[in-house]
T-cell receptor
Framework: GAVVSQHPSRVICKSGTSVKIECRSL??????MFWYRQFPKKSLMLMAT?????????EQGVEKDKFLINHASLTLSTLTVTSAHPEDSSFYIC?????????????FGPGTRLTVL | LAKTTQPISMDSYEGQEVNITCSHN???????ITWYQQFPSQGPRFIIQ???TKVTNEVASLFIPADRKSSTLSLPRVSLSDTAVYYC???????????FGTGTRLTVIP
């Protein structure tokens, strides 16, 4: 149980295009999901908290107009990288917590590797 | 948020016990300690969590001294497949978001 999936696992796009990444909680409902970015050999950096039915909360330094987050249902959050540029190339990971389970562990998706040419 | 400090990297031979220590001098009363494991190009995976003393599960043990200013993740008899980055996090009770530090890159050598 408590599986989080991401789609696509890998995407290559041209500079200036937009890319949408989906994060799904497969067997539980998640009112809150989280989006992280990870550059090579670096740690995960929290970008934003996705709240079902309301606006996302962005961390300092993350442009909300650049990284659009939509959390339209209890099992799906999407991250759209708008007008992508090569510096947006990174590994994007989402996570969610199953509030019905004992404990506070978060379950992470497998990640999406974005390459912007 | 309590900052964590852990070694950047460690090497170990197969079959040995590995202990990774994390310091968190500013841990608050309602914070608990969580460890995650991450393989290359994968999302992190929860390993263990504790508040004080010792916690053990099928994967690892977590030792937390009385002052809670540090914690040690113990991996018994590591194998090559344990090569990964291990992150120590201090998480506030009730908080949802996680802040990752630099992690410890463990390399298991045959």
């Amino acid at each position: 149980g408590a599986v989080v999936s991401q789609h696509p696992s890998r995407v290559i796009c041209k500079s200036g295009t937009s890319v949408k990444i989906e994060c799904r909680s497969l067997d539980f409902q998640a009112t809150t999901m989280f989006w992280y970015r990870q550059f090579p050999k670096k740690s995960l950096m929290l970008m934003a908290t996705s709240n079902e039915g309301s606006k996302a909360t962005y961390e300092q330094g993350v442009e909300k107009d650049k990284f659009l987050i939509n959390h339209a249902s209890l099992t799906l959050s999407t991250l759209t990288v708008t007008s992508a540029h090569p510096e947006d190339s990174s590994f994007y990971i989402c996570s969610a917590r199953d509030v019905t389970r004992v404990g506070n562990e978060q379950f992470f998706g497998p990640g999406t590797r974005l390459t912007v040419l | 948020l309590a900052k964590t400090t852990q070694p950047i990297s460690m090497d170990s031979y197969e079959g040995q016990e590995v202990n990774i220590t994390c310091s968190h001098n500013n841990i608050a009363t309602n914070d608990y300690i969580t460890w995650y494991q991450q393989f290359p190009s994968q999302g992190p995976r929860f390993i263990i969590q504790g508040y004080k003393t010792k916690v053990t599960n099928e994967v690892a043990s977590l030792f937390i001294p009385a002052d809670r200013k540090s914690s040690t993740l113990s991996l018994p008899r590591v194998s090559l497949s344990d090569t990964a980055v291990y992150y120590c996090l201090v998480v506030q009770t009730g908080a949802n978001n996680l802040f990752f530090g630099t992690g410890t890159r463990l390399t298991v050598i045959p």
